[in-house]
């Protein structure tokens, strides 16, 4: 128990301080545990509702004006993500570790050739282009037990145009939708473990807060470099398991 609540506050710090739903975190930290990696993705979910509810709460003021494009993501990332139960249900384990491992470095690049400045404007992108966006998103994060600003914000800032901070705030927003919806879709198909996930999610309200507090206080510039080296921490944690 006291293992989970630890890695419910760390999750949750990660969470509301890099803008992610925590998942890309928690799943290493749990197959590392002795948790199978779908045990391991359903717990992440679960905490996934909890943390991104809270985390955009406490974002709204300084994110107000990236929320609109946020809903439509959302809307997208939700149907996507409601197709995660079937998924998780007919692919192998190590399919999934290998498509967590792709994604990883996928993001790694992105954001390493991102700009650090917060003066960018955004884009105008049509609905339609931003629901696709959100639904493919939706499918593959809920699918390795993450909520898909992993995905979201690399491609908000390379080609949408965003500054890293408003990316993840974003981004944060759209896991409330994919979590959902992946939640909804991986308990009727009865993959959930209730009891590890709402002791992990209630526990990550705690670090969220600091996260997030945190978050509006470090400079841009600084900003970039602690998501890059968390991504690379959590990538080498993902190939350690793997080999």
Not at 80 to 104: A, R, T
Not at 141 to 164: E, K, R
Not at 184 to 202: D, F, P, R, V
Request: glycine letters at 12%.
């Amino acid at each position: 128990m006291f293992d989970l609540i630890s890695f419910g506050v760390l999750t949750g710090f990660i969470s509301g301080f890099f803008g992610v739903g925590g998942g890309m975190v928690l799943v290493p930290m749990l197959l590392l545990s002795g948790f199978l990696m779908k045990e391991a993705v359903a717990i992440s979910i679960m905490q996934m509702v909890f943390s991104s509810s809270y985390g955009s709460f406490l974002n709204y003021k300084k994110a107000a004006n990236v929320l609109k494009d946020g809903l439509i993501i959302g809307i997208g990332g939700s149907v996507g993500g409601l197709q995660s139960g079937y998924i998780i249900s007919n692919v192998s384990n190590e399919f999934l570790q290998y498509l967590f491992i792709i994604i990883l470095i996928f993001s790694i690049v992105k954001i390493f050739y991102s700009p650090s400045n917060e003066d960018t404007t955004t884009k105008s992108k049509n609905k339609f282009l931003l629901f696709v966006i959100g639904f493919c998103i939706g499918i593959i994060a809920m699918s390795i037990g993450v909520g898909g600003s992993i995905m979201l914000t690399p491609i908000l800032i390379a080609f949408m145009n965003y500054d890293l901070k408003s990316a993840t705030a974003l981004g944060l927003f759209f896991v409330i939708f994919s979590s959902v919806a992946g939640f909804i879709s991986i308990s009727l198909h009865g993959q959930m473990l209730y009891a590890e996930g709402l002791t992990i999610g209630l526990s990550s309200l705690i670090g969220v807060y600091f996260g997030i507090k945190l978050k509006h206080i470090v400079k841009t510039s600084s900003y970039k470099k602690y998501i890059l080296i968390m991504y690379i921490t959590i990538l080498a944690m993902m190939i350690y398991k793997m080999y």
